[in-house]
């Protein structure tokens, strides 16, 4: 086959796979006009459509640029649907939280920076933003979000997403969670998040094995500075899908067997892919 054969070939398929996005496209406007008031935002259901097409991927080109690809295109769509504004959480000694942000929600994606954890939370609870997007908490901070975000009254907001959902590399120890106002979803392989007041005797090794025995498997526990007020507080991330309401969190809180004297919901994410995951496998 000849060169120019071979171009006008790579024409044709350009020609349909942009026939094809414009297709898409359409169909999103449809889908935005059959939701009516429903969030246009769902992560879960975007985890599993890249986790369909790194399954179905073959050949020699890498999976991380298909990744790339495909989320450029979901972020067009959903701006698509209807108004999409993103609160970042971007102080000048800390911009993390913004290059994850453009990353995962495109370079089109309308973003707003703000100081402090509180602004961010602030603009996503009075719809100012349609998701925020803050740092991953670290153990001992003296102000964490995930403070603010428990006590939050009549409270819609929760956590929703991890970034990078698609690591170029492992540990390199950046990352961030979205929040949004959102019900959670699952995906077929999620996280869930909870604040758990305990008493001040409860170590963490106990409040681990207390979770195992509910039937949860337990992943980190975060903590916040040790107060005068008799209470411990624990970011509890756990491994799979729990509600507010789920059986198993309930167990933690029961008044004459439980561990914890309360437990509030913070919300569920798709558990992210590892950077193994999407690295190029030499077409396998």
Not at 155 to 174: D, I, Q, T, Y
Not at 178 to 191: F, R, T
Not at 241 to 265: C, H, K, M
């Amino acid at each position: 086959t000849s060169l120019a054969a071979l171009r006008e070939e790579l024409n044709r398929i350009d020609n349909t796979l942009h026939d094809l996005i414009m297709e898409r496209a359409a169909i999103a406007e449809s889908v935005a006009a059959s939701k009516g008031d429903a969030p246009v935002w769902r992560p879960a259901r975007e985890a599993q459509i890249l986790r369909r097409l790194i399954e179905r991927h073959n050949g020699p080109f890498p999976r991380a640029a298909l990744v790339a690809i495909w989320r450029e295109i979901i972020s067009a769509m959903v701006r698509l649907q209807g108004e999409f504004a993103i609160a970042v959480h971007a102080p000048e000694i800390n911009r993390n939280c913004r290059g994850l942000a453009r990353d995962h929600f495109g370079g089109e994606a309308p973003m707003a920076f703000y100081g402090s954890a509180r602004a961010v939370l602030t603009a996503v609870q009075d719809g100012s933003a349609s998701v925020g997007v803050l740092p991953l908490p670290e153990d001992s901070e003296e102000a964490p979000w995930w403070m603010v975000l428990a006590g939050m009254s009549d409270n819609k907001v929760s956590v929703c997403a991890r970034l990078p959902f698609a690591p170029s590399a492992p540990g390199n120890g950046e990352g961030a969670y979205c929040i949004a106002a959102i019900a959670p979803e699952e995906s077929g392989s999620d996280n869930s998040l909870f604040a758990l007041r305990t008493s001040p005797q409860v170590s963490r090794a106990r409040l681990n094995d207390a979770i195992a025995a509910a039937g949860i498997k337990p992943g980190r526990l975060i903590s916040r500075p040790a107060r005068q007020d008799d209470v411990s507080v624990f970011l509890a991330e756990l491994s799979g899908f729990a509600g507010p309401e789920d059986a198993r969190i309930a167990r933690l809180i029961d008044p004459d067997d439980g561990i914890a004297e309360a437990a509030v919901f913070l919300g569920v994410y798709a558990t992210p892919f590892d950077a193994a995951d999407i690295s190029n496998r030499g077409g396998l």
